[in-house]
């Protein structure tokens, strides 16, 4: 609270602008500049090694990427839906081997 004039107190809602129905605020364009960005991994970085993996006409498991990035498997399941599906927009397809498992 704080005083006015003479002795007397408001609220600070008092002062508040009363045009609830006015235009919303805008966002700032930091996120639509980042949307138009085209977004890809870095040379020779473990992302970009996983999508050349993943590319490979054979396909690769998720026990091959965790051996050869010294991941957990939750750390390559969450990269590929996290980091590849999300954040790049790459379809990820997986397929049933009878001798390798799922591709």
Same mark, same amino acid.
């Given at each position: 609270?704080?005083?006015?004039? @003479?002795?007397? /107190? ?10 609830? @129905? ?8 930091? &996120? ?7 977004? &890809? ?14 590319? &490979? ?6 026990? +091959?990427?965790? +051996? ?22 790459? /379809?990820?397809?997986? +397929?049933?081997? +009878?001798? &390798?498992?799922?591709?």
């Amino acid at each position: 609270m704080r005083a006015t004039g @003479e002795g007397t /107190e408001t609220d600070a809602a008092d002062s508040a602008p009363t045009d609830l @129905e006015g235009e919303p605020k805008q966002r700032s364009t930091a &996120r639509s500049t980042k949307e138009l960005q085209v977004s &890809r991994a870095r040379d020779g970085s473990k992302q970009a090694q996983l999508i050349t993996m993943l590319r &490979r006409a054979k396909g690769t498991t998720i026990d +091959e990427i965790a +051996e050869a990035h010294s991941w957990q498997p939750h750390t390559v399941r969450g990269a590929i839906a996290g980091a590849l599906k999300k954040k790049l927009g790459l /379809e990820v397809t997986s +397929e049933k081997d +009878e001798k &390798r498992g799922r591709i």
